[in-house]
């Protein structure tokens, strides 16, 4: 028992910062009242169902919700909560916040979006005139991934048993000036169907003065650190205005010792680091504990409860709900899908406009073009189950698709094991519809994993898993089992054994298969709808966490329960930064997943649109997973790979940028303009056009006098200078191409 504290001690001493100037009080942060401005009623109470928070009649729960004083990611609020008031939050229409005249280094705002996140550019004014910019915007409320949560929201009749959540933003402001306003941008009204930005709350961050420090998020978390333990998370801010450097953090408390302090290099004023504790946790349960992070006299604590050990995941919404997306996936940034099963057989529709992979669905209806192109192309008279024979896999080799994964720079991968149509790509012991039984004659997911834990060990594994099936007689999504869309006569559902529950006796077992005979890393449920999610993510977590040698999987947001680690907006991605991980999806092919054999060349993602989102997504805490869409036979179109390749040949160059990046507080792009941090080595400004002769950043970019900035590719160092505030970076002629990366490097 003695020997983690003897490490505990060594560490310390080691990492034990040189005496830095002494402490100054952290000033506390000003709340603004915005009551003037509310014109939105989105909390309802039991009593009162008035309120409309979407457009569409849907309102928080005012029961479940905190009121009043309230902190979130460590900053105080006034929140309006359950208050007698009519209206609790203002759409964000263009008004203008008067603030309490003074200098800041943040405005911090409690914030939601209703309809898909919503967003654009805030203005903050100083006294002066003079104004700076900086994008704001919150996340869905049904995504439920912000620190203010409800179990449910109210719906025009009844309730919705859908967790919703308040999150938070900030818009950076400029120390220097004293600041008078902020406008905050123009969205829509809260009407069905468009995306606005609600407020809740506004707090400003005054600055400091000499060097300040302050410790706000301190939590403890499941997730598996890199030398075993338990982590603790905090984040380190420099209130004041002067830099701050090596910052040793550390926690403290009962059952708790520190193995591994976190360091931070150095902090510019009103930066932040969000940094990671490495711990070991000699008791279970939840205590009091802090974080405590030093700089010679300066030092600053925040009180936490910590929950030390990982309990076994209970079949619960609680329970589960504290899972997360482990730092792997964090890291990771970009991934491969892959959309692959009976539909690349006809691999059909109109390109651009909707998903071949949906081929049979399309097929239903008469004013769809896959109606009519099937009976001209196959006959009124060939089902789609005739398809599976032509379902081949004769050119699959899972050792190519996974090396090219690798060559492509991704860092993991996930494919359809059974998409809407119901035929599984594994030996399926539950149903007869597989590639083992039919089609193939072959287990492709073994196939694709083998190969993958032989040839690319670094790639993690990942099973896309569609809960619902269109015709599945059982329970047909689509309200009818197989038939003849021309005639309506009834088909057969191929490899179908009939008189089960679908949930308890089909999908709940095919998914236990895939978690028990392939072991992935990742799944990737869609659809949600009847499920039994809750049972098996709790199997499926446990028997990650309690082998011999533990690890971290993940799953997505779509299994049909509130559960998950991250959101999956697909052919789309948020306009700022998204402090819940998140993912975005979306095929190389302009609108689908699967091969579409219509779609030309020319109308597939190039390499700089490619990587433009790549460097988009991890600027704004997201990952990218880019679709391909293999041809029935195992073949991937000429086209996909040269992207991938293409994509790859940037990352070799120009990864460092991207992996195991976080995004910047201040703020996510400005313009064409991208920027993450690596912790402790480097600040990124990536340019997503050919910057000129110079790159003019108008951002307070945390340089120093001394510091080194290259452009990743061109070893020389450039030279820079500051006008007007501005960051001017001389740029080196014809070097680079797609996106191109400076790098600032910490000295």
């Not at 009844?158 to 308040?166: A, E, K, L």
């Not at 008279?381 to 690798?406: C, G, H, K, M, N």
């Not at 149903?431 to 040839?455: H, I, Q, T």
């Not at 609108?591 to 597939?604: F, I, K, V």
Request: neutral net charge.
């Amino acid at each position: 028992m003695r020997k983690p504290f003897i490490v505990a001690l060594l560490v310390s001493l080691v990492l034990t910062p040189v005496p830095a100037a002494s402490a100054a009080e952290a000033p506390a942060p000003v709340t603004v009242p915005l009551t003037h401005l509310f014109d939105n009623d989105g909390i309802d109470t039991a009593s009162d169902r008035t309120g409309n928070f979407d457009g569409s009649g849907y309102a928080f729960p005012a029961e479940a919700l905190p009121s009043g004083k309230v902190t979130a990611d460590g900053v105080p609020y006034l929140f309006p909560g359950n208050t007698s008031a009519k209206n609790n939050n203002a759409v964000a229409l263009g008004q203008r916040i008067e603030l309490p005249r003074g200098r800041y280094l943040t405005a911090h705002f409690l914030v939601a979006s209703s309809y898909g996140v919503a967003g654009g550019t805030a203005t903050v004014h100083y006294a002066d005139g003079s104004t700076t910019t900086a994008s704001i915007s919150g996340p869905d409320w049904y995504s439920g991934s912000g620190p203010i949560s409800a179990p449910f929201r109210y719906s025009p009749g009844g309730t919705d048993q859908h967790p919703v959540s308040i999150g938070t933003a900030q818009v950076w402001a400029d120390p220097s000036k004293d600041a008078v306003g902020i406008t905050l941008p123009v969205t829509n009204p809260a009407v069905a169907d468009k995306s606005s930005l609600h407020v809740f709350a506004l707090s400003l961050q005054p600055a400091g003065k000499g060097a300040v420090l302050a410790v706000r998020s301190a939590r403890s978390t499941p997730k598996l650190p890199r030398l075993g333990g338990q982590t603790i998370e905090a984040t380190v801010v420099n209130l004041g205005d002067q830099w701050v450097s090596n910052i040793s953090v550390r926690a403290e408390g009962l059952g708790v010792v520190t193995l591994q302090p976190a360091a931070v290099k150095r902090l510019a004023p009103g930066e932040e680091a969000r940094v990671r504790i490495g711990i070991h946790a000699y008791r279970t349960g939840t205590f009091d504990g802090k974080v405590i992070a030093t700089s010679g006299r300066v030092s600053a604590a925040q009180s936490a409860k910590f929950t030390l050990g990982v309990a076994d995941y209970q079949a619960t919404d609680a329970s589960l709900g504290t899972h997360e997306s482990p730092y792997w996936f964090d890291d990771a940034k970009f991934g491969i899908f892959i959309h692959w099963g009976i539909y690349s057989v006809p691999a059909w529709s109109p390109p651009g406009e909707q998903y071949a992979e949906w081929y049979w669905q399309w097929m239903q209806d008469p004013s769809n073009a896959v109606n009519p192109y099937h009976a001209a192309t196959f006959g009124k008279d060939f089902s789609y189950d005739q398809f599976i024979p032509q379902f081949t896999a004769s050119r699959f080799d899972p050792r190519e698709w996974v090396r090219l994964f690798e060559a492509a720079g991704a860092k993991y991968y996930v494919l359809t094991s059974k998409h809407h149509e119901g035929f599984a790509l594994w030996d399926s012991k539950v149903s007869g519809r597989d590639s083992v039984d039919l089609g193939p004659r072959r287990d492709l997911v073994k196939e694709l994993f083998d190969a993958s834990r032989k040839y690319t060990p670094g790639l993690k594994n990942g099973l896309y898993f569609s809960m619902p099936e269109w015709f599945n007689p059982d329970n047909p999504w689509s309200g009818h089992g197989p038939r003849n869309p021309y005639t309506g006569a009834a088909e057969p559902y191929t490899g179908y054994q009939a008189g089960r529950d679908f949930v308890r006796d089909y999908q709940a077992p095919q998914m236990t298969e895939l978690v028990d005979g392939y072991d992935p890393d990742v799944i990737w449920c869609d659809i949600g709808g009847a499920n039994d999610s809750r049972r098996v993510l709790a199997d499926y977590f446990n028997k990650a966490k309690n082998r011999a040698v533990p690890k971290d999987v993940t799953v997505d947001d779509r299994c049909g329960i509130p559960t998950h680690d991250y959101t999956t907006p697909e052919y789309a991605t948020y306009p700022n930064t998204v402090v819940k991980k998140w993912e975005a999806s979306r095929g190389l092919d302009p609108r689908s997943y699967g091969w579409n054999r219509a779609t030309p060349d020319s109308m597939y993602m190039t390499a700089d649109e490619v990587i433009d989102t790549v460097v988009d997504t991890t600027s704004k805490n997201g990952n990218f997973l880019l679709d391909i869409g293999p041809r029935a036979d195992g073949s991937i179109p000429e086209i996909m790979q040269q992207r991938l390749r293409e994509t790859g040949d940037w990352l070799r160059t120009n990864g460092e940028s991207i992996y195991g990046t976080t995004y910047w507080s201040r703020m996510a792009q400005l313009g064409s303009l991208r920027f993450t941090v690596k912790q402790n080595e480097a600040f990124y400004i990536t340019s997503l056009v050919q910057p000129g002769s110079q790159l003019v950043v108008d951002a307070p970019v945390p340089l120093r006098d001394g510091d080194r900035i290259t452009l990743l590719g061109h070893d020389k160092p450039l030279k820079w200078t500051r006008s007007g505030g501005k960051l001017v970076v001389d740029v080196p002629a014809g070097v680079g191409q797609h996106a191109w990366v400076f790098k600032v490097a910490l000295s």
